[in-house]
């Protein structure tokens, strides 16, 4: 789940923030946890990022358009909005603002055995 803008100021775009997502890992929270969640299944090896054009970024970019699917709802100030949809709805991949996440240590620990096994401590 995500939103565009993410702040009042910005300007990044719905159309923006959903082509990072499907083609550009190196910006994409999204593509990052589904390749640590997808990694034994896809049989693609930790790196953060992806990098854009290898074999694994492009087995992970298939496995995204025969199985993701986009919705949108258009609000005012959806930054004001997006805290509490997140608590209500509980989104599995979303970890800010989703404190009833049974998945949230998980998926937390999933990104940072990846970080790890990538070589990059952030």
């Known amino acids: 789940m995500g939103i565009a803008p993410a702040l009042e100021k910005s300007t990044t775009s719905l159309h923006r923030r959903i ?34 054009g290898t074999p694994q970024e492009q087995i992970l970019s298939d496995w995204m358009a025969e199985h993701a699917s ?36 998980e998926l937390a620990r999933l990104r940072k055995l990846d970080r790890t096994l990538a070589g990059d401590g952030s």
Do not use: Y
Not at 78 to 86: C, R
């Open 19 to 52: 082509r990072t997502h499907f083609r550009n890992n190196g910006m994409s929270t999204l593509r990052r946890s589904l390749g640590c969640i997808l990694a034994d299944e896809l049989e693609i090896a930790p790196s953060v990022p992806l990098r854009r």
């Open 70 to 105: 986009v919705t949108w709802c258009e609000v005012d100030s959806p930054w004001k909005l997006e805290p509490n949809v997140i608590r209500k709805l509980c989104p599995p991949l979303n970890l800010q603002h989703n404190p009833g996440n049974p998945f949230a240590a």
